[in-house]
């Protein structure tokens, strides 16, 4: 794999530079210590996987990642900051970021994280060259994606543990019909949602959100239990507000009196974009 590291700080790109080599996670391909340098290096080396900083001088890590998502979007990115704002790190995702790591590096988190991206990037480039073999033939291709989506989103939510839950087949329904209409959920509300299957659309929502609330208390215990668990790796930052899952895991340990709380639309967008991502 081809991976670039932009941050402004030499020593976190020499840190970074020899967990890759040590660990044998890819080829270097570029450095660079502010976004304007970095996003014309990027553009002519072509990585696979970017390590991106948040702060930097010239351009900020976020429109780096928007300008280059726009025009390369099979990029991969990875951001390593110490900014730890709550609205900063929706924005990365928002903005095409699939993993956020908190400065000081932890280089087992690193290796982790950059492993599980590899994997996604050759998940999807073996999906694309089955996809390739059914070009031309329109609607086995529509039903074989309609079928691998389903599948996806069937295999996520037997990984949080609550498949067998009640809310699960809501959140199978909602999903299919997020992707088959190409729903965007910053104009729908969940309640407008549900009342496209049924007739009580507040139960339903109100059984998905217990559904998605038993997936996070899992994800949490997964990670008290190992932080590096690869479930817990995988989708505490994209399913769930990842504050939200350390506030369940301090609940968890007796820390905090309260729980982290859930956003079924949040939970529901990252799900769908996931299983999307891995389909295309």
């Known amino acids: 794999m081809k991976i670039f590291i932009l941050d402004d700080d030499k020593n976190v790109i020499r840190i970074l530079q020899k967990i890759i ?32 900083d948040l702060l930097m001088p010239e351009i900020d890590g976020l429109t780096v990642v928007k300008e280059l998502k726009k025009e390369y979007p099979n990029i991969e990115f990875i951001m390593i900051s110490q900014v730890s704002s709550k609205n900063m790190v ?21 290796e982790a994280i950059i492993k599980k991206v590899i994997e996604r990037i050759e998940i999807n480039r073996s999906i694309s060259k089955i996809q390739q073999i059914f070009a031309g033939k329109s609607n086995s291709r529509l ?29 199978i329904d909602i999903s299919n019909y997020i992707i088959k209409n ?28 217990r559904t998605i609330g038993m997936a996070m208390s899992n994800i949490a215990n997964l990670g008290i239990e190992d932080y590096m668990n690869e479930i817990f790796v995988e989708f505490s930052n994209t399913l769930f507000n990842f504050e939200q899952v350390r506030r369940e895991m301090e609940y968890i340990r007796g820390k905090n009196k309260k729980g982290g709380s859930v956003n079924i639309k949040r939970f529901l967008a990252g799900l769908t974009s996931y299983c999307e991502n891995i389909n295309n």
């Open 143 to 171: 039903e074989m994606e309609e079928e691998f989506f389903e599948q996806c989103v069937n295999g996520v939510l037997i990984k949080l543990g609550v498949m067998g839950e009640k809310g699960a087949e809501d959140i």
């Open 21 to 52: 080599k040590d660990k044998e996670l890819g080829e270097v391909v570029g450095v660079a210590r502010d976004g304007k340098d970095g996003l014309e290096e990027i553009k002519a080396t072509m990585p696979d996987i970017v390590l991106i």
């Open 182 to 209: 190409d729903i965007n959920l910053n104009q729908a509300t969940i309640r407008e949602l549900c009342s496209k299957f049924t007739d009580n659309p507040k139960a339903m929502e109100q059984r998905m959100r």
């Open 90 to 110: 929706e924005q990365a995702y928002r903005h095409g970021v699939e993993y956020y790591i908190y400065k000081p590096i932890n280089a087992i988190e690193v």
